[in-house]
């Protein structure tokens, strides 16, 4: 089942379209980010297909799935492929979230204005990882696109791998061993959540600190794992060093040459890889409506 | 390293040394861990003094906390869960308080099964630690399901492939009827999903035969009388003593397992005497 094309001795994808038994893989750039076709991700998945998925999943970390007609069950059913579907912590249901809790809810319509404000709004949601700030942060995310405005709002992923494998020497010398605090008081919009104070101090911040270098449970390989910026901070540093440093490391991972962007359409679902992807989101015209689902699927503690 | 790993005489099973459940586990020996999980399916740590918050750390080991069976199956918890227990974590014991029981699955034999495979995402791993035992009986048995499918005659093997079991919620492992459950009366409409025979572990490709539990079985797609006839085949092959590892517990074992790779069965103990063991699951993934 090895495939033509696939991973090189960096591991990374070629550009070419290829087969992995009985599905077609397309990737969007060298570094991160294939479509993959010839699969109904409604339907009940055979070993030989999903062993494909994960095998495409492993080399392109992010896996779009164009045209798919999926139900809140379908889409969790087809998450359960990758590990447990998990229901956020919530302090509010909606009809959708208290029928099926594994799925959130990213729109910016049925809300009240408090739930509004609370929420990713249409800005720009910068680079960052979901839910970082858990102990255990998911592995991954699947996000299904129900409704789109007609621009904008595209997401893009970032290879985590590449960046590590990139550090200039002098970098990769100072973060190793090292841990950062991955802010649990803001939203990846920056806006805080409920429960928290407005802390300004990256040096307590609250949340849980993790490796700056993680390793891939499933894959073995090393990926910068930085969570998002604001308000992070590397423990043992003073706060000079530490922001010059967090700097120095965002610039770095924010290279174009690592990214991919998705123009989403009606029925695309993009499956993400945590652990070695990072995301953002381009903002959008709030007066267009947006309805995503998202499932997130169990991890373990970064190592 | 500090971790000393040595396999016992079966085929699956391994005691390990040098670590202390109690303290935070080196990032370096827990990966050593997880690699001889993969290798062994069962480990033995001995002489250990676990709290329940150590307990569910070390679980996390071996990956994110899975839920409990009760969860697993949507019926919330059990009245008589101690309340110093989390929602994360069973009680597996025949002891009453008050006339009332404070765990489950009582002092009989629990019969051949891998835990929660009557869920979509049955845990990958199950950890389980003793804290009250008998002086004698309620050993656990450990089966190599790897072995089971390798050794699986061929004409046995073409008869189950691409077939799937229905794994029924009816029953628990010591063949009761889950309270929150009717009894079936067609095998065929029993509720639970449906994983296949021969199950795949897509990062490592290896494969193991995948029975779940034999009461409450039905084989998708066949005539019940069938369906009946092939996994008691399949079962005849796959309970022998060449692939199993026997645990006769001493206080403070902890054991992880596979519940993948592995089925696992328990002896029934004395009624008179006291059994409490703790146990927290580590999540897994649709089976294929």
Known sequence: MQASGVPTDRGYAGAETYRIGPITVDPATPAIGAEIRDVDISRALDAETVVAIKQAWHAHLVLLFRGQTLTPEQQIHFSSYFGLPQSPNRTSYTPMTEQYPEIVEVMNVGMDQERLDRSLGSAEAFWHTDMSYKEIPPAASALYSREIPPSGGNTCVCNMYMAYDDLPPDLLNQIEGRKAVHDASRNSAGRLRPGFEDEQDPRKTPGPHHPLIRTHPETGRKALFLGRRPYSYIPGLSLEDSDALLDRLWAHAAQEQYAWCHSWAVGDLLLWDNRCAMHRRDPFDMKHRRVMHRTQIAGVRPY | M????????????????????SEPIATDDQAELRAALARHMVLIFRNQSVSVDDHIRFAQVFGDLGAIADTLLGIGRRPYQPDEIPECMS???????????????????????TDSCFADTPPSASTLYSVELPPEGGNTAFLDMVDALETLPQALRARIEG???????????????RPAFDEVSDITKAPGPVHPIVRTIPESG???????????AYVVGLPVEESEDLLDELWAHTVRDQRVFS??????????????????????????????????????????
């Open chain 2, 206 to 216: 290896r494969q193991c035969l995948y029975l779940g539990r034999r009461l409450g």
């Open chain 2, 2 to 21: 500090t971790v000393e790993i040595i396999p016992t005489d079966a085929k699956l099973g391994a005691e390990i040394r040098g670590i202390n459940i």
């Open chain 2, 247 to 288: 645990h006769r517990w001493n206080l403070g074992d902890l054991i992880v397992w596979d519940n993948r790779f592995t089925m696992h069965h328990r002896d029934p103990f004395d009624p008179n005497a006291r059994r409490r063991l703790h146990k927290v699951q580590v999540a897994g993934e649709r089976p294929v």
């Open chain 2, 163 to 177: 077939r799937s079991i229905r794994h029924s919620q009816v029953y628990d492992s010591t063949g009761a009827k």
């Open chain 2, 91 to 113: 009680v597996i014991s025949n002891i009453k308080v008050d006339g009332k029981k404070i765990g489950s699955l009582g002092d009989g034999e629990c019969f051949w099964h």
